[in-house]
Nanobody
């Protein structure tokens, strides 16, 4: 079983920066892909970024060049550095771990960007 706990959300002005973190506990394997998704009010949950244990990354077009995902395998942690934030980045951000055909989710952390 895997547990994911996010932290670091909050309120920031447009153009500002914020970093969210996710700590994973339980059995974490090198095949696990970790990432971040977000869900804005009235919208579907969408991919933000993913990272493999080897450091390969994938980003949604809407965040490329502004967000950076990183992973610390020794700490079983994944981070999302968000720069040049826009009001449309406002959402609940969820940490995700994907293993073969199973997804694990954190409880989410709110990120609000004011204009």
């Amino acid at each position: 079983q895997v547990q994911l706990v996010e932290s670091g959300g909050g309120l920031v002005q447009a153009g500002g920066s914020l970093r969210v973190s996710c700590a994973a506990s339980g059995s974490i394997f090198s095949i696990d892909v970790m990432g971040w998704y977000r869900q804005a009010p009235g919208k579907q949950r969408e991919l933000v970024a993913t990272i493999t244990s080897g450091g390969a990354t994938n980003y949604a077009d809407s965040v490329k060049g502004r967000f950076t995902i990183s992973r610390d395998n020794a700490k079983n942690a994944v981070y999302l550095q968000m720069n040049s934030l826009k009001p449309e980045d406002t959402a609940v951000y969820y940490c995700n771990l994907f293993r073969v055909s199973t997804r694990y989710w954190g409880q989410g952390t709110q990120v609000t960007v004011s204009s």
